[in-house]
């Protein structure tokens, strides 16, 4: 069952930003939001993870709303090299679980 | 940089062949996973091993068998292969213990069964 929604496809120009937007209403207080993405052919790449506050790395930056049902990962600055599909999954903490990953948000970044 | 490497990024077997797909990891990390992943059926666990010597049946085993002999190896065995067995195959290794368990993927063979 899929614990998280994102849209199909996002486009964004070149330099922009880009949000993407992920919903996940059903989150347990014990469960992190994970993004991850897979350029084509490629192994997925970690982006960022976060409970409830709002975290940032050299990669992109994680809101999570105060109420914790949705989320939004940013890339300040879209390079054509961020064009991959990019899943938001909800994990919980501790363990060693399996990663589900739904059918993510294709994001294609325009020239 | 964590770093998770794969033996081959393409291999083509024929039908009946046993394969060895090679994982290695230098992030000293605990728990490391097989998956594979198929168009439209997502990612999909084969085995995981959260220690030396130490496996766990995944969602789908059959046909399949590992290795750890080594903490930084993981190897995944396909017995006898079959076109079935065709797939992107994807190795992650984690850190493991409490907390947070980020999983880091290498970058995947792509496995042709003719």
């Known amino acids: 069952d899929a614990k998280t929604t994102q849209p199909t496809s996002m486009d964004c120009a070149e330099g922009r930003a880009a949000n993407l937007p992920c919903n996940h209403s059903t989150i347990s207080g014990n469960e992190y939001v994970y993004w991850y993405r897979q350029i084509h052919s490629q192994g997925p790449q970690y982006i960022i993870h976060g409970l409830k506050n709002n975290e940032t790395n050299e990669m992109a930056s994680l809101i999570i709303t105060e109420d914790r049902k949705s989320s939004t990962l940013i890339l300040p600055h879209a390079t054509l090299r961020d064009t991959a599909v990019y899943y938001c999954?909800?994990?919980?903490?501790?363990?060693?679980?399996?990663?589900?990953f739904g059918k993510g948000t294709k994001l294609t970044v325009n020239p | 940089d964590v770093k998770v490497t794969q033996s081959s990024r393409y291999l083509v077997k024929r039908t009946g062949e046993k394969v060895f797909l090679e994982c290695v990891q230098d992030m000293d990390h605990e728990n490391m996973f097989w998956y594979r992943q198929d168009p439209g059926l997502g990612l999909r666990l084969i085995y995981f091993?959260?220690?030396?010597?130490?496996?766990e049946k995944g969602d789908i085993p059959e046909g399949y068998s590992v290795s750890r002999e080594k903490k930084e190896r993981f190897s995944l065995i396909l017995e006898s292969a079959s076109t079935n067995q065709t797939s992107m195959y994807l190795c992650?290794?984690?850190?493991?213990?409490?907390?947070?368990?980020?999983?880091?993927f290498g970058p995947g063979t792509r496995l042709t069964v003719l």
């Open positions: 992650a290794g984690a850190p493991g213990g409490a907390g947070t368990d980020t999983q880091y």
């Open positions: 999954i909800v994990r919980v903490e501790g363990g060693s679980e399996k990663l589900v």
């Open positions: 091993s959260y220690d030396v010597k130490m496996k």
